[in-house]
């Protein structure tokens, strides 16, 4: 499942061209499509061999659009429907996986919040501890990306260490810097999440190749830039170039936050093309690992802008 989130990369509902739907599946107005754009069609990964592939004679193997109402209506631009297959992905497996990754994190975070002090007699062991966390944490979504199928282990595993990484961040800055920043960094990111949702449902944001080019090319300068700053901190000391602090810092931290929205989208679109196209069952699972890490980045960096505005104080 190839990744719209700027670290991670993993694979994708498409054949070839690199992202799902582009030219194939449109949003509620766009131009209906044939089965060509079909990733999961002729040549997809899932054909030959498949044991969700449908047996001869069904209807839907010639045309996945024969039961859609608006084709017998002769309306152009409604959604493409998923035949109702048994071993397709629906939206109640994306919600049930995303709610089980999210629940993981969540747990662990909590966990590490109350079992890792980070009074000054501790911090620095119970730092220690959630940087190692987010490494391995780091490995195992690397893995993940790498592999051609879903494994709910390894994506419970990085929500698992995401999470204990997150607790102990959340909780030197909530103890301190900012009391109740944890707090309004979930509720910034619960907000952002929702706003997308509602916008993207309602056709505001249009997410096609044009979109796409341009989240991925600012998402690579962003990172590239955060790269080159890290550089000039460990070797420089202090804050580098000052794009993770102070008045860049919450520049850039709000361009974070607006890039991680993007990417919601983008992960949106993923999850109704690999519903439209009858996605395998299991592909549920990589659509929850993508949103997580697309969660975890918005939440970091509305974490990282209050304690930019507390430490200014």
Do not use: H
């Not at 659509?287 to 802008?305: C, P």
Request: glycine share 12%.
């Amino acid at each position: 499942m190839r990744s719209r989130n700027p670290v991670f990369s993993r694979r994708g509902f498409s054949r070839d061209n690199g992202y799902a739907g582009f030219n194939a599946a449109p949003q509620a107005g766009g131009q209906a499509v044939g089965t060509q754009g079909n990733p999961y069609a002729q040549g997809n990964p899932y054909g030959q061999g498949n044991p969700y592939a449908q047996p001869a004679g069904d209807p839907y193997a010639q045309n996945p659009y024969a039961q859609n109402p608006y084709a017998q209506q002769g309306l152009q631009g409604a959604p493409p429907q998923a035949p109702a297959t048994t071993g397709r992905m629906t939206m109640d497996d994306v919600v049930l996986r995303t709610a089980t990754t999210l629940g993981t994190l969540i747990v662990t975070a909590a966990l590490a919040w109350a079992l890792l002090p980070v009074d000054d007699a501790n911090i620095n062991r119970s730092y220690g501890i959630g940087i190692g966390a987010a490494l391995i944490g780091m490995v195992l979504a690397f893995v993940q990306s790498f592999k051609r199928k879903a494994s709910p282990a390894l994506i419970l595993s990085y929500a698992a260490f995401e999470g204990v990484f997150l607790g102990v961040v959340s909780s030197i800055v909530d103890n301190r810097i900012a009391s109740g920043a944890a707090m309004q960094a979930v509720i910034g990111t619960m907000a952002v999440f929702a706003g997308v949702l509602v916008a993207y449902k309602a056709g505001w944001i249009r997410v096609n190749r044009r979109f796409y080019g341009f989240v991925m090319a600012a998402a690579l300068g962003f990172v590239l830039l955060m790269v080159v700053n890290l550089l000039f901190a460990v070797f420089g000391g202090g804050d580098g170039l000052g794009f993770r602090s102070g008045p860049l810092g919450i520049v850039f931290g709000v361009i974070g936050i607006l890039l991680g929205a993007c990417f919601l989208a983008l992960d949106f679109k993923q999850v109704e093309d690999g519903i439209a196209y009858g996605a395998p069952k299991d592909e549920a699972w990589l659509a929850a690992f993508g949103l997580t890490l697309t969660l975890v980045w918005i939440y970091m960096e509305f974490l990282r802008i209050i304690a930019i505005l507390n430490s200014n104080d």
